[in-house]
């Protein structure tokens, strides 16, 4: 049956759109969706935090023929909104669509705008070496690539100093691979269930979430393991987790000694005897699952999975590609929140603030082995253009203590969204660190079966209507990602607070009808 707000007038405005131009709302009347906030006793309408940023107007072509174009000339692509967003322009934590509405952005390009949207020390950066040089290849040397070189390895511990620079994490994870085969002279290669590494045809393998799978052959001597969910999975608890938040599920765990972390290497034990030969070549791992909805792990887990995949043969590679780069607040790479040095670390995202860039750090003795076997090249990886960004990236994390940032900012955001979970029955699980904070929707805290598709849409629309933008995740999508940029502020994440609540809230008086 269609729920009676789909019938309502299309031609009622967003309220909470830039004062420039007024917004159609395209499927639901905010006015009808105040009334009944009112009714249920939440009075106060979220106010947008304010922006001295005026965007220019957009003059490209009509939002019709944009819908035309993507239509009939460009490759399906995943799309978020019933009525999908046009963007024209980003300052910072903003985003403006082409009506001139403003969005505080809190997915930053899937986690990827790390210092925020046009940066203005990142786009000098851009600009002026723009002007100087755009290509040459790895054939010569240019001072950006080795400028960057010393900045990045010098953020790394030893011995994790040779940098292979790539375009993007799929690019990235596929050397890695080929390093760790090359490396151990073995094939087999074991990734967590719900970890995402890319989807290119070789990462294909170790990603394991449903909807990127393919029909077709792939991902030769790729091998899943159980992913040592805390919330979802068979084990876990309220000791279990590096978070400020820790799951409402009891357990019996001592703060030294969690029994869920050891049942779940158990269960990696039982793959390594049952799943792939006697030596293997590797264990990817991101430190917080990405495309899974930010999946944390038993505190020591990855530390012990690592020591019984060296005594494998096997090499540890760490997928920082979401969480690196100070994101999580206490550490500058999520592999030093587990206390575990990998082999191999791969990087992008964030790495570049949008620009298209990524990274390969390992150790000399593994890329010595690397080069045994293959000359390895890439013709973008390492231009002068990305150098260029990437040195502006680390100067400005560094410049304006924005690992600071995300770790007081987030705690306060976690803490805040926490308080939700204890409110709502449907929101389940709220879980992260720094800015990388996941909030599961149930139908039920007792049964923790995701809420519907469908509902979380609802929900995710009218976050969207209200001027916040989030991502989705999960093998079920009953998982909302929350990764703005890390230069966002306290205001801004009560206001984000606010407005998930009031969305929530709107949602469970629609199920009650």
Not at 165 to 178: P, R
Request: glycine content about 8%.
């Amino acid at each position: 049956m269609t729920p009676a707000w789909r019938h309502l007038p299309r031609t009622l405005r967003l309220e909470t759109s830039s004062p420039r131009t007024p917004k159609t709302c395209p499927s639901l009347s905010l006015g009808a969706f105040w009334r009944s906030v009112t009714k249920l006793g939440l009075h106060t309408k979220p106010r947008m935090p304010p922006c001295d940023f005026t965007p220019e107007r957009y003059q490209s072509m009509p939002y019709s023929r944009v819908l035309e174009v993507y239509r009939e000339h460009l490759s399906p692509e995943l799309v978020y909104f019933p009525d999908p967003l046009l963007l024209h322009q980003g300052h910072m934590q903003w985003l403006f669509d082409h009506e001139g509405n403003r969005y505080l952005d809190f997915f930053s390009g899937i986690v990827t705008v790390s210092v925020g949207h046009c940066h203005p020390k990142v786009n000098a950066a851009a600009q002026k070496q723009l002007g100087r040089l755009w290509h040459t290849s790895a054939l010569f040397f240019h001072p950006p690539i080795h400028e960057y070189a010393e900045k990045l390895s010098a953020l790394l511990p030893d011995p994790l100093k040779v940098i292979f620079l790539m375009n993007s994490g799929s690019e990235a994870n596929d050397l890695a691979m080929l390093m760790a085969r090359a490396h151990s002279k073995n094939t087999d290669i074991i990734s967590l269930r719900g970890a995402y590494h890319g989807c290119s045809p070789y990462t294909i393998g170790l990603s394991n979430v449903g909807q990127f799978k393919m029909t077709l052959p792939s991902g030769v001597g790729c091998q899943s393991t159980m992913c040592p969910d805390v919330f979802r999975g068979p084990w876990g608890g309220s000791h279990c987790r590096d978070s400020p938040v820790q799951t409402i599920r009891k357990c019996s765990c001592a703060p030294d000694c969690c029994q869920a972390k050891d049942q779940y290497i158990e269960q990696f034990k039982d793959t390594l005897s049952t799943c792939v030969g006697k030596s293997i070549a590797g264990f990817f791992a991101e430190p917080i699952q990405g495309v899974n909805g930010f999946v944390q792990y038993p505190k020591g887990f990855l530390k012990e999975a690592f020591q019984l995949v060296r005594e494998r043969g096997g090499v540890c590679i760490a997928d920082e590609v979401q969480t690196g780069f100070g994101r999580l607040g206490s550490h500058f790479w999520g592999f030093q929140t587990h206390g575990v040095l990998p082999d191999i670390v791969t990087m992008a995202k964030g790495i570049g603030n949008g620009f298209p860039m990524a990274a390969v750090v390992t150790t000399p003795e593994i890329a010595k082995s690397l080069a045994k076997c293959v000359l390895h090249f890439n013709t973008f990886g390492g231009n002068p253009m990305a150098c260029a960004i990437g040195s502006a990236v680390l100067e400005v994390i560094k410049e304006e203590k924005l690992q600071e940032n995300s770790q007081e900012v987030g705690t306060y955001l976690l803490l805040k969204l926490a308080k939700l979970r204890d409110e709502f029955e449907i929101i389940g699980d709220v879980r992260g660190k720094g800015l990388l904070i996941g909030i599961e929707m149930v139908k039920d805290k007792t049964s923790r079966q995701p809420l519907p598709r469908e509902e979380v849409s609802q929900i995710h629309e009218g976050c969207r209507q209200m001027g916040l933008i989030v991502g989705r995740g999960g093998l079920f999508s009953q998982t909302f990602r929350i990764a703005p940029s890390l230069c966002i502020t306290k205001p801004e994440a009560d206001f984000a607070v606010d407005v998930f609540r009031a969305a929530v809230t709107q949602h469970m008086e629609r199920r009650a009808k």
